[in-house]
């Protein structure tokens, strides 16, 4: 049996320290575990950690493009990654700190789920990356 563990996802960017930033102030990823600058293929790059293992790549080079629509169901028309989802603890408490606190773009409010006992929302990054929060086992993640 082959065993492996989630380490990191990428996430092309066009503000690479705004970026940072936010992520930082948002989900507590504010240790740097690795910045790379490659000149020659016009690419500058920081992964960041924070508590609970998420571990993000920033990948910013110049000239790129947005993709990410504006709702969750929209951005499957294209076959790509959609969207990161985060578990959280308090959907309806993490839902109005990252919108009001944090300028994150409500996207959808938070609504049950498809199994019981699962809610869900989405809310996008200051650069319209969609970000899906799920809370699991009730109205406080019981």
Same mark, same amino acid.
């Given at each position: 049996?082959?065993?492996?563990?989630?380490?990191?996802?990428s996430l092309s960017?066009?503000?690479?320290?705004?970026?940072?930033?936010?992520?930082?102030?948002?989900?507590?990823?504010?240790?740097?575990?690795?910045?790379?600058?490659?000149?020659?293929?016009?690419?500058?790059?920081?992964?960041?950690?924070?508590?609970?293992? %998420?571990?993000? $790549? *920033? #990948?910013?080079?110049?000239?790129?493009?947005?993709? +990410?629509?504006?709702? =969750?169901? &929209? /951005?499957? !028309?294209?076959?790509?990654?959609?969207?990161?989802?985060?578990?959280?603890?308090? %959907?309806?408490? $993490? *839902? #109005?700190?990252?919108?009001?606190?944090?300028?994150? +773009?409500?996207?959808? =409010?938070? &609504? /049950?789920? !498809?199994?019981?006992?699962?809610?869900?929302?989405?809310?996008?990054?200051?650069?319209?990356?969609?970000?899906e929060l799920?809370?699991?086992?009730?109205?406080?993640? +019981?």
């Open positions: 049996m082959i065993t492996v563990r989630f380490h990191h996802v960017v066009a503000d690479l320290a705004a970026q940072e930033a936010w992520y930082g102030t948002a989900f507590g990823l504010t240790e740097v575990e690795e910045r790379i600058e490659m000149p020659d293929a016009g690419v500058r790059t920081a992964v960041l950690a924070g508590g609970g293992g %998420l571990r993000v $790549e *920033f #990948v910013q080079r110049p000239g790129s493009q947005p993709v +990410a629509p504006a709702d =969750a169901f &929209a /951005a499957t !028309a294209a076959q790509t990654f959609t969207h990161l989802a985060l578990q959280v603890p308090d %959907l309806d408490a $993490e *839902f #109005v700190r990252l919108t009001a606190e944090c300028g994150a +773009a409500a996207v959808s =409010a938070p &609504a /049950a789920g !498809a199994t019981e006992g699962m809610r869900y929302a989405y809310v996008a990054d200051p650069e319209g990356n969609l970000l799920i809370e699991t086992g009730g109205p406080r993640g +019981a």
